[in-house]
């Protein structure tokens, strides 16, 4: 398998900082937009990506983009698309999807779409008439802007902004606030570290006990 683009999402408004920590991993070609980070990277790269981003809320596949302003087209380029290089004969499948200002307003009809394309590629490509779909999962996003369809696989799982410890029930917030806090990270770097720390912690007196005690999982 080649090189990749992968999508690093994100919280929106925090883009500059999942580049940063992007760049620090070693990665080139970043191109940024609204609450995603894409950038070149290989497949072996995926386990690291998902274990060291701290600020990211997922690691997605960039499989394919192309423009779709009807079923017939969103069909056709879906399944020319190498899922069988991702998705082994008996992998579960899930599609999600959402739209934005596209010919293909029903998200629901999309997401049946793309399914069925992903499924006939697969049969076709395992020279079968049936998938079991008995084993790992694999979610797949269809995401409609502007009459262009990008068809994305989720590498991540559950979200890695929600990586904290079981045992810590009391943790209610959001592993992504706690790594901010502790890290004492600067937006754009123009907000001095103690005063953005000293801010947050005077909100809560709780949060320091849970900086304290939260922790990502297999670490």
């Known amino acids: 398998m080649g090189p990749l ?33 894409e950038f070149d990277a290989v ?7 998902n274990i060291g981003l701290r600020t990211a809320d997922r690691v997605l596949v960039r499989v394919g983009e192309f423009p779709a302003t009807d079923f017939g087209q969103l069909f056709d380029r879906t399944k020319e698309l190498p899922w069988e290089e991702w998705i082994p004969r008996d992998g579960k499948l899930t599609v999600i999807g959402k739209c934005v200002r596209s010919t293909l307003a029903s998200v629901r009809s999309s997401q ?8 006939e590629r697969l049969k076709a490509a395992w020279h079968t008439d049936t998938l ?5 999962a694999f979610t797949i996003q269809v995401a409609l802007q502007k009459d262009v369809a990008l ?28 790594t901010l806090i502790r890290s004492g990270s600067r937006i754009a770097g123009r907000m001095p570290r103690k005063p953005v720390l000293t801010r947050i912690l005077c909100l809560n007196r709780k949060i320091l006990r849970v900086c304290g005690s939260a922790r990502p999982t297999g670490y």
């Open 112 to 119: 049946s779409i793309a399914h069925k394309a992903v499924v």
């Open 5 to 37: 683009r992968l999508i690093a999402t994100s919280t929106f408004g925090l883009e500059a900082l999942v580049r940063r920590e992007v760049e620090a991993m070693g990665f080139g070609g970043i191109a940024v937009t609204d609450g995603r980070v």
């Open 43 to 49: 497949a072996g790269d995926i386990p690291r990506l």
């Open 151 to 178: 068809l994305t696989l989720d590498t991540s799982g559950p979200g890695l902004h929600r990586r904290v410890k079981r045992s810590c029930p009391r943790a209610a917030l959001r592993y992504l606030v706690l």
């Open 132 to 136: 079991p779909e008995t084993g790992a």
